[in-house]
């Protein structure tokens, strides 16, 4: 394969335009030294720039995008709501109720036997609507347990790095985000080790990867309260709170501090919510996570089978595929290597390699074999 230019007109086009936004993406496409080729388009498993190149997708939007770039069965939603004019949100009871269902369908832990359902308007709404309602419920010390804790960002929410300091703080709460085995293994141990403290447990699933691991290990961990991202949705921004019926009985005496609590709520527009239930109807009959497990086991089998394992560039963690850091020890170099190759890698190697269910076995094997050429050679 012919060497590709990912920014003959992308970043001409970023760099002269006046505009606030365009600056801005060019700023974004080349700090840390990495320029980001500018994409005009996307399909299934595939990129496109401005310059007519296509790129394999293996970021996926951090793994979230299951299907692959646009969904037909949501696009179609999205495109018959706005031909009747754009729908304010409610909190719409069947549709919360239909898309428990099939969310239950794919999870058993999801149905609506187990959780109240109720949506926002994006991951980050729905991630700050838990902490209000945790503090709603008086409780007040928490702790973030995760890979990748970002200090700044958490802190300002009063969440201290649980995994460093856990066995020297007195939690009311703990969120756990688990991106491994290992890590999930840790949390599991957390859980159980404190069930006598009524430590509320709360899982930030708005990521893609942490549900998929869990799924791929059948190693739930106990939750009363999770957190839905954007995966539930095509990409599309969204989110959802999932809470208990005991921890909501618990705490609330009546409904009068629950309705106090759901005015406060910012409910996505109606046709988010139908969406969101047409893509995991759609997800379902797919195979669904099965579906997407068998592929990426087949994704490396191959790489493996071509390669006669000597390369080592990915592993596998928990079902999921990762770059070997061991192997790449530049990994702007290597990104950028990649691009000029036609693949778009993960930003960085902590993140998952993510094939979507966008892609057929067949552009797999050929991708695979290309891929291997191009990383040994």
């Known amino acids: 394969m012919k060497e590709i230019n990912p920014y003959k007109i992308g970043s001409r086009i970023l ?3 006046n505009r606030i936004l365009y600056k801005y993406l060019y700023y974004k496409s080349v700090q840390n030294n990495r320029e980001i080729p500018v994409i005009k388009r996307v399909k299934g498993p595939y990129l496109y720039d401005f310059d007519q190149n296509r790129y394999v997708d293996f970021y996926m939007s951090g793994g979230n995008l299951i299907m692959g770039h646009v969904v037909s069965q949501f696009t179609k939603i999205v495109k018959s709501w706005f031909n009747r004019g754009y729908s304010s949100g409610y909190p719409y009871l069947q549709s919360n109720q239909m898309l428990a269902d099939r969310l239950g369908k794919m999870f058993d832990i999801y149905g609506r036997e187990y959780y109240y359902l109720f949506f926002l308007n994006s991951p980050e ?10 503090k709603v419920f008086g409780l007040r010390a928490g702790g973030y347990f995760t890979g990748q804790y970002s200090g700044k960002y958490y802190e300002i929410f009063g969440l201290k790095n649980a995994k460093i300091n856990y066995s020297d703080e007195d939690y009311d709460f703990l969120i756990f985000k688990p991106e491994t085995e290992e890590l999930l293994h840790q949390a599991d141990l957390l859980i159980n080790k404190d069930k006598d403290k009524n430590l509320v447990t709360v899982m930030d699933e708005r990521d893609f990867p942490s549900v998929y691991l869990q799924h791929n290990l059948n190693r739930w961990l106990d939750a ?8 539930i949705s095509s990409g599309y921004d969204f989110g959802a709170v999932l809470v208990s019926k005991n921890i909501l009985n618990s705490f609330f005496n009546g409904y009068s501090g629950l309705l106090y609590y759901l005015n406060n709520f910012r409910f996505p527009p109606l046709y988010k919510i139908k969406g969101a239930i047409a893509f995991l109807s759609t ?7 099965k579906k997407l497990g068998e592929l990426q086991r087949f994704f490396i089998e191959e790489i493996n089978r071509i390669d006669n394992n000597k390369g080592s560039y990915f592993i596998m963690d928990g079902g999921l595929i990762f770059l070997n ?20 890698f993960p930003y960085n190697c902590e993140l998952p390699v993510f094939v979507s269910l966008g892609c057929e076995k067949e552009m797999l094997k050929k991708t695979a074999k290309d891929l291997c050429r191009v990383l040994v050679g």
């Open 15 to 17: 760099n002269k335009n």
């Open 125 to 134: 709404d729905a991630f700050l609507s838990a902490l209000y309602l945790l």
């Open 224 to 231: 009363d309260i999770r957190i839905l991202g954007n995966w």
């Open 283 to 289: 997800l379902v009959k797919k195979g669904g996570i």
């Open 325 to 344: 850091k061991d192997k790449i020890k530049d990994y702007d170099g290597f990104w950028y290597r990649m691009i000029k190759n036609g693949y778009y």
